[in-house]
């Protein structure tokens, strides 16, 4: 039957196209326009054959009473092949006024007009790209035009679906404290990077913070979690407590905590990760060095690239008392705005110390630098939400957001398996 099908459909394209077999890209344009229509046909009659949602004469209501079948009313709805009619079968209850098509909610139809798989595609181009563009994108792509604002309204339905899911996670847990399952095999070393990086909305300035949670398996590859959110420090720890569970945070036999040692970052090391090795990451601690050298002896001068250089040196050997000594001395020889910038210093690193014993972390393999939380600050935020011109309204902001985690996380299809237009 198959072959029947080709071979009608080789004719029908033969007597489209007398020249066919000439221009490759014509042909595959031509195969292609008619196999949706084809699609389409298809897709019109097998949906036209079906009950739609036909439960009976009638169906339970959430009030106790019963929604009575009323007719097939139609729907448009528009997808990968085109705009399909659909008749879908209509209750109403008498008795509180509510009225369903159950059709919509098995079929994963939401509010706007898109089939699934369509408002699929425009997601997955809007985590990367403007609403704009992804308009433009799928009508280049599929033939099919979709409204910027259309898409937008798609994707904070699905964002907000996304986040809701995510916040009811976490409240189970607060109910049952069930830890969730780790990995069949658990990593033996765990890293565990936070830091914080801001988006432009409506009211200003505010900031995403932003979790990566990696490991390397036997064969040297990374695998990478990541969590992100608008969301205070506290909940924000509880997340990466939780994702980091998933990744094997308690069965791992070491794990290493990396951050800038800002103090929502310590503070939540302490709640949630203190059996790790918390790791000030060196680009953080060498920016403290270079503001403190660019005060002393002005920005770009060959005096201060050798001032930093060799207070860089006895960080990275492990000399931090050293170092210490050293700027103790040369603040005495300061006054006003220097032996402020020095002082800041010398106090940075006090706090620190712990955390910077740099030659031991190195000895022991660790990583010291941020990049992976870096690089996550710029996927997860920076590429989408920190564009030139871009003023985001919270839910906006949000919305995006959970998605391009979900689809940096890899769970991409898991998240439009459960339907997520319907609620």
Known sequence: MYEEILDQLERLLQEEITDFGVDFGRDEQAVWKTILALGHGALQRMVDRQRNGYQGSSIPCACGGWMKFVQHRNRGIHSLLGWIELKRAYYHCARCGASCAPYDQTSGLGRQQLSPALAKACCILAVEDSFEQTSRKIESLFGQRVSDDTIEQVVHQVGRTLSGQRADELERFFGDRKVPAAPVKPPERLYIAVDGTTAHEKDGWHEAKVGCIYW???????????????????????????EACKCGLCEAKEVVYLGDGAGWIRREF????????????????????????????????????????????LLWDGWTKRLLD???QQGKRYRGRRQDAVEDLCRYLSVNEEQMRYDVFRAKGYQIGSGPVEGACKHAVGDRLKRSGMIWSRGGSSSVLALRVSWLNGQWEHLWAQKPLVA
């Open 216 to 242: 390397y398996d036997q064969e040297l590859r990374r695998h990478s979690r990541y969590v992100a959110d608008f969301c205070d420090s506290q909940r924000f720890g509880w997340m990466v407590w939780l």
């Open 270 to 313: 302490q709640r949630h990760f203190s059996r790790a090795t918390f790791v000030i990451d060196w680009y953080h601690a060498s920016e403290h060095v270079w503001d403190c050298g660019k005060v002393l002896f002005g920005d770009g001068t060959d005096t201060t690239q050798g001032w930093v250089k060799e207070r860089l040196s």
């Open 326 to 328: 050293d700027l103790a």
